[in-house]
């Protein structure tokens, strides 16, 4: 593991915007995914990591392709064709129930958004699709899956979507490199994950020498271990980080003994404690790390302020929903998580709505740390950040009003 590690990216053509109108469901067999990955670059890009030290991200130029969306995808635990089989499912499944669907919706600005992976983290946008929140501010909003950070970016460049909901570190990184994309709302300004262990390692200092998985280096992941790390005075150098993939992939890999700890959330954290593996930190104790969050691209924003204002109105009643309403948020998560225990839901239930904020409006000081984490620490995180929708909402007294003060 010593020495200069790369990525393996392999790159391929995806035609997402030949989707005109599409509507999503959770219940078409789509497969788990995980929207905390950093942005995997275009084909003129690479991540790469210099030993086992801090991740660095080197930084480039950005081109978008408007004909067409290349994606990145990395996949060390599925053959690629699997992969952009899934995709292609996704995109004809949804394309055909949006033709049965025509002339049946609502009127109102068509707003397609996607969200980046299946987990308690996009609860607020799965109640705001569920009960029309957005709609009512003018929005008639569909949503689609698209796994991963880079995809979602993409097809956000591509015109294809009118927003994203996947981590922030994914718009950073582009925006960094050029993209003209931008937040304009953050429903998790700390990382909601957790560092669990094997049964045998029941205190951090034990980690010395050990293997953590993570899904892969940039990402949310990565720095989520770092900052475990840094917390417990540690040296990057006295742990290993091995890219393992997914959610399933990193669980399977501590349950084999492959890796001595890993990187979770719920539902999964549940189903490992059961399992009789340990919980050694709350990555959101140690500090602000920008997570879930709202992307557009700046042109729309300039062009489609109203929409937007909208989605975000819609958003903000759909945590207020979640915060207040635990049954009707837990009869959700089932449909879109499709787990049936019941302990596991109210599990993620519990660890997710007590993270919600009334107004999603994002910390500054997590951006700056992700940008501390790709090595341009320099940048104002203000350049990354559009929060005038947020106070527009706020001055209005929208938030107050839904919450009765």
């Given amino acids: 593991m010593n020495g200069r590690r790369k990525w393996t990216l392999a790159g391929i053509q995806q035609n997402i915007p030949l989707f005109e109108r599409l509507t999503s469901s959770s ?40 004909e067409s969306t290349n994606a990145l995808l990395a996949s060390p635990i599925s053959p690629l064709g699997s992969r952009l089989a899934l995709v292609v499912l996704i995109i004809f499944s ?46 008639d909003l569909e949503i689609i899956l698209i796994q991963a950070g880079s995809p979602n970016i993409q097809a956000l460049l591509g015109g294809s979507l009118q927003l994203t909901q996947t981590a ?35 205190e951090p200092q034990q980690l010395r020498g050990k293997t ?3 899904n892969r280096f940039g990402g949310s992941n990565d720095a989520a271990v770092l900052m475990a790390i840094k917390a417990w005075k540690m040296d990057p150098k006295d742990i290993t980080m091995l890219q393992t993939g997914g959610t399933a992939a990193r669980m399977a890999a501590l349950l084999s003994n492959k890796v001595s700890a890993t990187v979770q959330s719920y539902p999964e954290i549940y189903q490992a404690r059961k399992l009789g593996m340990n ?11 920008t997570n879930t969050s709202n992307i557009v691209t700046r042109a729309y924003l300039q062009q489609n302020r109203a929409a937007v204002k909208g989605f975000i109105k819609g958003q903000i009643e759909g945590m207020h929903y979640v915060k207040t309403n635990k049954e009707g948020s837990l009869k959700i ?41 790709l090595d341009a620490g320099d940048k104002n995180p203000a350049d990354f950040i559009d929060m005038s929708l947020i106070d527009e909402i706020e001055r209005e007294g929208f938030v107050k009003k839904l919450y009765g003060s």
């Fill in 212 to 214: 953590i998985g993570i």
């Fill in 333 to 373: 998560l089932r449909k879109y998580l499709q787990v049936t225990d019941a302990e596991a839901i109210e599990g993620t239930y519990e660890f997710f709505s007590k993270r919600l904020l009334r107004s999603p409006r994002t910390e500054p000081e997590g951006i700056k740390n992700i940008l501390v984490s």
């Fill in 27 to 66: 219940l078409l067999g789509e497969k788990r995914g995980e929207g905390d990955q950093g942005f995997h670059r275009p084909l003129t890009l690479t991540l790469s990591r210099e030993g086992r030290g801090h991740s660095r991200s080197q930084v480039g130029s950005f081109t978008a392709d408007h």
């Fill in 279 to 289: 919980v050694l930190a709350d990555i959101g104790d140690f500090g602000f790390y």
């Fill in 168 to 202: 922030a570190s994914s718009a950073v990184i582009g925006a960094v490199r050029g993209a003209p994309v931008v937040i304009v709302a953050t429903l998790e300004n700390k990382l909601p994950m957790q560092l669990i262990s094997r049964p045998e390692i029941k």
């Fill in 94 to 139: 949804l394309f055909f129930a949006g033709l049965a669907r025509v002339g049946s919706a609502a009127e109102g600005t068509r707003f397609l958004a996607s969200y980046g992976g299946t987990a308690g983290y996009q609860l607020p946008l799965w109640v705001n699709k569920e009960f029309g929140f957005s709609k009512k501010y003018g929005v």
